[in-house]
């Protein structure tokens, strides 16, 4: 799985540097196209069509900006000065998947969406070190919590991260509010996708019309980091690892 982890963290980094302001979110999109098709990969979102979604998924990568933590369709939108942009990004090569996911924010930074992030992605890497084979998947769940509840945001457990392998979501569920030594215990060889998200208020999202994107129900900003990583008896390797 080494490959393809590493295709999604190149795709992933250079989308980062690709995002401009007065691109739309479709331009990110057709990027990451151009990227699946030279590396001769497949993805793995687009025709995707889960029982709740209003349609099959449109693009290649999810994009939710500002209050959108999950699920962004990319669209027309115009990315704007100060945008909170959240890249999920997940594809299949030689017959593996991958996922992964960053939150950056465009041109100006500002503290309250700068401190977002740094704790949504320290949240990643504690849940990442409580990893552990012969641990339990609570650990993994309580680290995730604890870092949000303690940055003050709001923590939604319904989405989460999951195993990969041959597909995008296996078994089993990682949730990201738990407690420790409860739960799956885990065991080296297992390989699952971590994914902290936050938002800067409360703990309530909606759902657009779109039945896809999940934004903050209070309106305030949201993160969201992942990696897929695999157990090996010497901890915990990442495998969409960025350089
Ligand atoms: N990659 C997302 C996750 O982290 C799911 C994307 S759903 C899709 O689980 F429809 F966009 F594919
Ligand atoms: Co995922």
């Known amino acids: ?11 992933l980094t250079s989308l980062r540097e690709h995002a401009k302001i007065g691109m739309t979110t479709w331009d990110l999109d057709a990027h990451a196209a151009e990227m699946i098709a030279a590396a001769g990969a497949r993805s ?17 990568l999810c994009i939710s900006v500002n209050d959108a933590a999950l699920h962004g369709l990319p ?12 890249v999920d990004f997940a594809c299949e090569l030689q017959g593996w998947v991958a996922d992964s996911a960053l939150t950056f924010q465009l041109g100006t930074a500002s503290d309250e969406a700068q401190r977002l992030i740094a704790t949504t992605s320290a949240a990643l890497d504690a849940g990442i070190a409580a990893a552990r ?6 650990d993994i769940s309580a680290a995730i919590g604890r ?37 799956l215990k885990l065991r080296s060889g297992l390989v699952m996708a971590i994914e902290p998200w936050y938002m800067a208020g409360g703990d309530e999202y909606v759902i657009d019309d779109d ?24 901890g915990p390797v990442i495998l969409t690892a960025r350089d």
């Open 1 to 11: 799985m080494r490959p393809v982890g590493r295709l999604v963290a190149d795709v």
């Open 44 to 60: 793995v979102y687009l025709g995707y069509h889960p029982s709740f979604g209003a349609m099959p998924y449109p693009g290649v």
């Open 75 to 86: 669209s027309d939108r115009v990315l704007a000065d100060g945008d909170v942009v959240s």
């Open 133 to 138: 084979p012969g641990g339990h998947m609570g």
């Open 147 to 183: 870092v949000g509840r303690q940055g003050g945001y709001g923590i939604n457990a319904d989405f989460g991260g999951h195993g990969v392998g041959r597909t995008m979501h296996e078994d089993p569920h990682v949730a990201n509010l738990g407690r420790r030594r409860t739960g």
């Open 211 to 234: 039945g896809w994107t999940i934004r903050s129900a209070d309106g305030s900003l949201a993160a969201h980091f992942e990696h897929t990583i695999a157990l090996t008896p010497a």
